[in-house]
């Protein structure tokens, strides 16, 4: 009897670490579906990653609040500076908050910027604290606070 109990407790460790396995995979394909949706400059497609009341505060200050703020920042930004540009993600870590809340970190970069007079700008190094939320069997956005890192007060950048 005792040897059935190690074992039924073996196995469901074993399927809860399958679970949070697949769960993490469900939120990878969830940014990379963001990311190449960036790529080809879709705002619609980066939207449709975010739950209906998702909010973003972008680098630059400007907030959004649900996905059809998000959108339309989207669209400024991929009719402008981000035009033509690639999403590149360095890194990224998820942890698991609860079974239906992760919050995930990406190191990443907006590689191919040009200026108004066409001329190359360097790329965006930036990182990206999100958290996203399982609805139903998916897992979307539910928020993102991209920024840059700076230098300690008085040392510059």
Partial sequence: ????????????????????????????????????????DDAKAMSMVWTEDATLINPF?????????????????????????KYQVDEMTIQMISPDTALVDLSSKITGMKGPD????PDFVHHVAMVFVKKGDHWMGAAARPYQFSGKPGEGK
């Fill in 118 to 121: 066409g001329s190359d700008k």
């Fill in 61 to 85: 200050g400007r907030v959004a609040k649900g996905r059809e703020e998000m959108e339309k920042v989207f669209v400024d930004e991929h009719s402008s500076i981000f035009k033509n540009t």
């Fill in 1 to 40: 009897m005792r040897g059935l109990m190690v074992s039924l407790v073996v196995v469901s460790l074993f399927s809860s670490f399958a679970r949070a396995a697949d769960e993490q995979q469900e939120i990878k394909n969830c940014v990379n579906d963001f990311k190449s949706a960036w790529d080809k």
